[in-house]
């Protein structure tokens, strides 16, 4: 996959988005990509952009809101094909360690 994107999409809303943003990770199921959630949005990985795209502009509009928020950031390797996991992979390979803090509290 040579797509990267960085999709966070939430309704305007007071109290939890829980319910609006779960629509909006079902709906990029229905594309053929991978993705993983995390606390600030989505990483999508893609062959191109435009399943990358729809598979964002279906999460937007799988909110239920009068306004939705959605950000899009694109990373789209041309000339390479690499995965995410390779990405974080390289990182880590310079730290010597994994890219994430070690929390005993957590």
């Known amino acids: 996959m040579t797509v990267f994107g960085f999709l966070s999409v939430a309704p305007v809303q007071?109290?939890?988005?829980a319910a609006e943003v779960?629509?909006?990770?079902?709906?990029?199921?229905?594309?053929?990509?991978?993705?993983?959630?995390?606390?600030m949005g989505t990483v999508i990985e893609a062959e191109d952009t435009g399943e990358l795209f729809a598979a964002a502009n279906a999460a937007h509009l799988a909110v239920d809101a009068d306004r939705v928020s959605t950000f899009l950031k694109v990373d789209d390797k041309r000339e390479v094909r690499q995965a995410a996991d390779?990405?974080?992979s390289a990182v880590e390979d310079h730290l010597g360690r994994a890219a994430r803090s070690d929390r005993d509290d957590a």
């Not at 629509?23 to 959630?37: G, L, R, S």
Request: aromatic share 8%.
């Open 86 to 88: 390779e990405k974080v």
């Open 14 to 17: 007071e109290g939890s988005m």
């Open 22 to 39: 779960a629509k909006a990770v079902a709906a990029m199921e229905e594309f053929d990509i991978e993705y993983e959630m995390t606390p």
